[in-house]
């Protein structure tokens, strides 16, 4: 289990504040690629945009939307120490899917290894998250962490791409029930049906339904596995079905996702703000199309049900209690506007007028 803050050594906590700076940059990258560009794509191509629907963002949502490839997509794992070796038979990492220039040469349509240089996997490369972006493409997942291969300490590289998510749900169920103290030993321990259940509330605890797609599943299931980590760590999905962006991190969930605002929202918000609107819109708002969208996040957190009880003793599963909650609704400023905070922005649970 990850240590909290106020359990770290110094130099622990050093390391802890540096890779968050690192994650708030690499975050702010995802947001714009995920969103941002794959809306241009859209408007690009001609093809209307599937804004988010409220019912979509409520716990327990059952919502089917069809895929497409002008939605950038994509899985990164983002971890503050080194992925152990013990998890490779999990998260598919080896010498031959390292970014290493010799790899990278047997990928169709990338010619970046051509100009490929060690320091360019490197996080403090000014170019490294333009490198990141490029290697996205590539499918399955990306692998950032401490780079083990060096000796300076706290230096974060992409060091594998290509990785490949192979932990069965039953199992990421079994260990999540487990911590939760709603079985002992085996998730089949109390029958069938419940053990199904428990597979289900795996999916509720993430913000997602069970019959989500591979990607999101994927992420779900590295986030679970990489609990077994004694460092904290975060998992970045980008959905086509979802129109998402979703954050699995020791913050809990949350999902980022385009907003399309009326003239009445704007005017609202900008009053409530103390700012000029044509200030608010051109801090938070991206024009196109006649329209002006922004970036919102829904975070969540975990309910008593989706905790590990107190006195530690084993309990009964209640289907029917929800696992997650909405906490929080921000809409973030653009990215460009690095002195501009996020505002509220309370939209899922309100009946407009």
């Keep these: 289990m990850w240590k909290y803050r106020e359990r770290?050594?110094?130099?622990?906590?050093?390391?802890?504040?540096l890779y968050e700076i690192l994650r708030d940059a690499l975050?702010?990258?995802?947001?714009?690629?995920?969103?941002?560009?794959?809306?241009?794509?859209?408007?690009?191509?001609?093809?209307?945009?599937?804004?988010?629907?409220k019912r979509e963002l409520k716990p327990k949502c059952k919502h089917m939307e069809k895929e497409s490839e002008l939605f950038n997509t994509f899985i990164v794992i983002f971890c503050e120490g080194v992925v152990s070796p013990q998890l490779k038979n999990y998260i598919r990492f080896f010498p031959e899917n390292s970014v290493v220039k010799k790899n990278l040469e047997y990928l169709a349509n990338f010619s970046l290894h051509k100009e490929f240089h060690q320091?360019?996997?490197?996080?403090?490369?000014?170019?490294?998250?333009?490198?990141?972006e490029r290697l996205l493409n590539v499918d399955?997942?990306?692998?950032?962490?401490?780079?083990?291969?060096?000796?300076?300490?706290n230096?974060?590289?992409?060091?594998?791409?290509?990785?490949?998510?192979?932990?069965?749900?039953?199992?990421?169920?079994?260990?999540?029930?487990?911590?939760?103290?709603y079985i002992q030993n085996s998730l089949y321990e109390n029958g069938e049906k419940q053990a199904r259940i428990l597979q289900n509330k795996l999916f509720e605890c993430y913000g997602c339904h069970y019959t989500v797609g591979g990607r999101?599943?994927?992420?779900?299931?590295?986030?679970?596995?990489?609990?077994?980590?004694?460092?904290?760590?975060?998992?970045?999905?980008?959905?086509?079905?979802?129109?998402?962006?979703?954050?699995?991190?020791?913050?809990?969930?949350?999902?980022?996702?385009?907003?399309?605002?009326?003239?009445?929202?704007i005017h609202s918000l900008a009053r409530r703000e103390g700012i000029k609107v044509e200030t608010f819109m051109s801090?938070?708002?991206?024009?196109?199309?006649?329209?002006?969208?922004?970036?919102?996040?829904?975070?969540?957190?975990?309910t008593e049900h989706s905790l590990p009880p107190k006195d530690g003793k084993l309990r009964k599963l209640k289907p029917a209690y929800n696992w997650l909650k909405l906490r929080d609704e921000l809409l973030h400023p653009k990215l460009e506007e690095t002195g501009a905070r996020p505002v509220s922005y309370h939209w899922i649970y309100h009946t407009e007028q």
């Design 8 to 17: 770290l050594s110094y130099f622990e906590k050093l390391k802890r504040s």
């Design 27 to 53: 975050e702010a990258r995802l947001m714009k690629i995920s969103l941002i560009d794959s809306y241009f794509n859209y408007l690009e191509k001609g093809v209307p945009y599937s804004f988010v629907d």
């Design 119 to 132: 320091d360019l996997r490197h996080f403090e490369n000014p170019d490294f998250l333009n490198f990141l």
């Design 140 to 153: 399955y997942a990306l692998l950032l962490q401490q780079d083990p291969t060096v000796k300076k300490k």
């Design 155 to 181: 230096r974060y590289s992409l060091t594998h791409f290509h990785v490949k998510i192979d932990w069965p749900i039953a199992d990421a169920a079994e260990d999540l029930a487990r911590s939760l103290r």
């Design 216 to 265: 999101r599943t994927a992420g779900l299931i590295s986030a679970q596995l990489l609990k077994k980590l004694d460092v904290i760590s975060t998992v970045f999905v980008s959905s086509s079905e979802s129109r998402s962006l979703y954050r699995y991190s020791e913050r809990g969930v949350s999902k980022f996702f385009l907003v399309k605002l009326t003239k009445k929202q």
């Design 283 to 302: 801090k938070y708002l991206y024009p196109a199309a006649n329209a002006h969208v922004g970036i919102s996040e829904a975070s969540y957190v975990y």
